[in-house]
């Protein structure tokens, strides 16, 4: 991985394009370039995807208009003696604190807006900086990298964590409890963003870096 020269001294990362090979995505064989077919898995392979991006963005707007109904729309409707009310992600939140549930309260926050704004922000963070020269170090691009893909699965916890805001906030056994139109909303948005995480091909991420100074 690390090209010509050592020490602090600024140089490009030596990638596997650069010693003419491609590696596979799906099992890791490293071929000469050129070759399109993996010989081991039968895979296809490109030394990068150039619409990678692209579709990055794409799921990546795409999922940030499905989160903003997922705000603005009731999460859940809860019907106490055919009374119904109606509750947003952010207003269960309030809701759960005034009734003093704190640790439920900032679970729900933290799921439903911290990790969705967060990988918005890190995915487009990743989606600009590959475009120009940079430089970052090697080791804190790969940890931002990893963390986009690692929360995508624990997006979904919130649909639970939904689940058990009724059972604390619910006092009443008459109450029957309807998901909103914003947890399908909030379902599609994290699925938009786990297909714009995975459309990102990683490897771009070494092309235009300058340092390879990681301490
Ligand atoms: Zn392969």
């Known amino acids: 991985m690390v090209g010509a020269g050592s020490g602090t001294e600024k140089l490009k990362a030596w990638t596997a394009r650069d010693a003419g090979l491609v590696g596979c995505r799906h099992c890791t064989r490293v071929s000469p370039i050129g070759t399109e077919t993996c010989p081991r898995c039968g895979g296809g392979l490109t030394s990068r995807d150039p619409t990678s991006l692209q579709r990055v963005w794409a799921w990546a707007v795409v999922g940030l208009l499905f989160y903003i109904p997922a705000n603005l729309y009731p999460m859940l409707i809860t019907s106490t003696l055919g009374r119904p009310q109606e509750a947003t992600i952010v207003g269960g939140v309030i809701e759960l604190a005034q009734y003093g549930a704190w640790g439920v309260a900032a679970i729900v926050f933290f799921a439903s807006v911290m990790i969705p704004v967060g990988k918005f922000i890190a995915i487009g963070y990743l989606a600009w900086i590959v475009?120009?020269?940079?430089?970052?170090?090697?080791?804190?691009?790969?940890?931002?990298?990893?963390?986009?893909?690692?929360?995508?699965?624990?997006?979904?916890?919130?649909?639970?964590?939904?689940?058990?805001?009724?059972?604390?906030?619910?006092?009443?056994?008459?109450?029957?409890?309807?998901?909103?139109?914003?947890?399908?909303?909030?379902?599609?948005?994290?699925?938009?963003?786990?297909?714009?995480?995975l459309s990102f091909d990683s490897r771009a991420l070494w092309d235009q870096i300058e340092t390879l100074a990681d301490e």
């Open 131 to 197: 475009r120009k020269p940079h430089g970052h170090s090697p080791k804190q691009l790969l940890h931002l990298f990893e963390v986009v893909e690692w929360i995508g699965r624990w997006s979904m916890i919130d649909v639970f964590v939904v689940a058990i805001l009724v059972a604390l906030v619910q006092f009443d056994l008459l109450a029957t409890i309807n998901p909103g139109i914003a947890a399908v909303c909030f379902a599609l948005s994290v699925v938009f963003t786990m297909l714009s995480a």
